[in-house]
């Protein structure tokens, strides 16, 4: 199993930014597709953005336009930037791998492996 480590959440004004970080530890990655869910309270997790090995990301139309999601993989690590967050943002944001390299991007979370611990976003109005 590949620990996943988010951080970067906290608490922002609508319309602020944040920018999500996930590192991975153990192997690298580099060829491994990788994603962002989120879950908010009482409801279900859902896809927010992943990326492919190969840099191609794909987001949930909610948040496309105002995400971003890239990797370094020289450091073991997938970012999201989120700007223009609204209050509909605020959720528990999870980064995630899949094993099987060369795929991607994916975006259900069954596809998915490999989950880290989330990290809160809160967005006041």
């Known amino acids: 199993q590949v620990p996943l480590v988010e951080s970067g959440g906290g608490l922002v004004q609508a319309g602020g930014s944040l920018r999500l970080s996930c590192a991975a530890s153990?192997?690298?990655?580099?060829?491994?597709?990788m994603g962002w869910f989120r879950q908010a309270p009482g409801k279900e997790r859902e896809f927010v953005a992943s990326?492919?090995?190969?840099?191609?990301?794909t987001y949930a139309d909610s948040v496309k336009g105002r995400f971003t999601i890239s990797r370094d993989n020289a450091k073991n690590t997938i970012y999201l930037q989120m700007n223009s967050l609204k209050p509909e943002d605020t959720a528990v944001y999870f980064c995630a791998a899949a094993r099987r390299p060369y795929g991607g991007p994916l975006v259900g979370s069954t596809e998915y492996d490999d989950w880290g611990q989330g990290t809160q976003v809160t967005v006041s109005s």
């Open positions: 990326i492919s090995w190969n840099n191609v990301g």
């Open positions: 153990g192997r690298p990655f580099s060829r491994n597709p």
